[in-house]
């Protein structure tokens, strides 16, 4: 992790602007909150996870559990926005050397279709496996979770949060960019203003899910927030 990064359980003294921390197993329940709070209006979650049957909340919250789990288990890095002494907004990076395969991930698996059902964890390999397709050979952090809570929405912190995750990206020698994908098109001119080119889209029922690539000295666009 990038030098003068915090850790989320340390008390930030006398913290009056935004900081960035890096979080572990103690930021746990506080980054499962935001990102269900993230993703549980998100149309690629509501195809994947059906919203339209009953228990899909409860789906959303074992997924984004068991994923938490998984990626703190593979020790990925996880960075996040501090706030008032509240943590705001989080991420999880995928390392470009993890190339994660969740279809090999058996105790994932096994979880997941005990908590999430057989049907949306099928639908969510699928989708992961087209994501893994369309990555660029090698070198490519991923960004499988990100989320800034709603309370905290439109103050610049999601700038904030990936400015800092495209900065560990690039200092990574090995490293060639970064993929995220979003089911919201009203982000498309934010992840663009960062530099962000489609790599394509991926068909979810009467959704579309877009899949953006960041290369590593990408410049962000001139006049972007």
């Given at each position: 992790m990038t030098d003068g990064m915090a850790?989320?359980?340390?008390?930030?003294?006398?913290?009056?602007?935004?900081?960035?921390?890096?979080?572990?197993?103690?930021?746990?329940?506080?980054?499962k909150s935001i990102l269900y709070q993230a993703y549980r209006h998100e149309p690629t979650f509501q195809y994947l996870f059906d919203h339209r049957k009953p228990g899909y909340d409860k789906r959303v919250r074992a997924t984004i559990r068991e994923l938490?789990?998984?990626y703190f288990e593979l020790n990925q890095d996880a960075v996040g926005v501090m706030a008032d002494y509240t943590l705001v907004a989080v991420a999880f990076i995928g390392?470009?050397?993890?190339?994660l395969n969740l279809a090999q991930q058996l105790s994932w698996r096994?979880?997941?279709?005990?908590?999430?059902?057989?049907?949306?964890?099928?639908?969510?390999?699928?989708?992961h496996e087209k994501i893994r397709g369309m990555l660029p050979e090698?070198?490519?952090?991923?960004?499988?979770m990100m989320g800034v809570h709603p309370k905290y929405q439109n103050r610049g912190?999601?700038?904030?949060?990936?400015?800092?995750v495209e900065?560990?990206?690039?200092?990574?020698?090995?490293?060639n960019g970064l993929v995220l994908d979003t089911g919201n098109s009203r982000y498309l001119p934010f992840y663009k203003s960062e530099g962000f080119r489609s790599l394509g889209t991926i068909r979810l029922g009467d959704y579309e899910d877009f899949v953006l690539f960041r290369e590593a000295d990408a410049p962000q666009m001139a006049g972007a927030e």
């Open positions: 850790t989320a359980d340390k008390t930030l003294e006398g913290q009056r602007a935004p900081a960035i921390v890096r979080l572990d197993e103690t930021a746990f329940n506080e980054a938490l789990n998984l390392e470009p050397e993890l190339r096994i979880r997941m279709v005990l908590t999430a059902g057989f049907a949306s964890t099928r639908r969510y390999l699928d989708y090698e070198g490519t952090y991923q960004l499988p912190y999601g700038r904030l949060l990936l400015s800092s900065k560990l990206c690039s200092e990574n020698p090995r490293g």
